[in-house]
């Protein structure tokens, strides 16, 4: 029966028998087999198969509430047996965008896994619509926003913030701007970025310069949209990328400034120009957040413990 179910949840997710046999890794007559003697046996269709894409019937839509109500028990079930082991056995699915998992996340990691190696830890990777819609569907145990529509939608916990910076080439830097406001890479490894005495830079100074942004729907772009606003000018903005790394290094590279996250800086960048831009929004505050209706599985409360134990800066672990 769970092969069963498991096949035609695949159909209903992939849009079609072919992709879903490859997800499988079954032939699609195998599965068109298996769509056959499920359907005979409850004596309806569960798909319309009259275009392209497959689409489900009203009895489709019925059995796929029956396997996600399913698969919720079977999860929380294993969540109340893991805490009932002591956190001994048990699995954890973390959901995070490219950014939280290689620059946020890597040391917490692997401090869970060192504190609780039988659990087994998925990490699932994708934008930040994505995993909310994930983490509605009871998809995923934990993930991470900062955005506050988001944020008021599930039950959660401020977990880690960070601070964007407006990256620019050397070459690409203005005359005219407040002494000291130009950090260089250690100065932001240092926090000097953070402190009083660190001038903010009006953005209107930068207009005439080329600009990398994020594409539309990142929470970056839109912070950046509305600081770009509310100084009135329309940046020039040469290229819309993915990922925020990409946009730091092709920034090092002295392609154009970019808005980068203060974590992305690790180590030494000759050759470019750190700047905080006067406006609150350059904060971002990230909550940790969980399923809604569930309750909260004991060894995601840990991990977002453990997040923002590894996240704090260092003057606050000391």
Known sequence: MKAEYEYIYAIYQYGSLSEAARKLFLSQPALSKALKRTEDSIGM?????????????????????????????????????????????????????HYVNAHVLPEALTRFHSLYPGIRTELIEDNSVKLGEMLAEGKLDITFSCDPRRIALF????????????????????????????????????????????????????????FILLKEGNNLRARAEELFRSAGITPRCIMSLDQLATAYYLCAAGY????????????????????????????????????SGEYIPQAASVFADIVLQTTKPDSENA
């Open 45 to 97: 269709a569960l798909f319309d198969r009259s275009s392209r894409l497959v689409r489900l019937t009203e009895a489709g839509r019925a059995y796929i509430r029956a396997i996600e109500t399913m698969r919720k028990a079977e999860t929380t079930l294993e969540h109340h047996l893991s805490e009932l082991s002591g956190l001994r056995e048990g699995s954890l699915r973390i959901g995070g965008t």
């Open 155 to 210: 039950p959660g916990t401020p977990c880690f913030s960070d601070h964007i910076l407006l990256a620019v080439p050397e070459k690409l830097v203005p005359e005219n701007l407040p002494a000291g406001a130009c950090c260089s890479a250690e100065d932001i490894l240092a926090g000097r970025h953070l402190a009083d005495t660190c001038p903010a830079v009006d953005i209107t100074a930068f207009a005439k310069i080329d």
């Open 256 to 291: 154009a400034a970019a808005f980068i996250s203060d974590r992305l800086v690790k180590h030494s960048m000759p050759g470019v120009c750190f700047f905080r831009p006067d406006s609150p929004a350059m904060t971002r505050e990230f909550h940790a957040l969980f399923p």
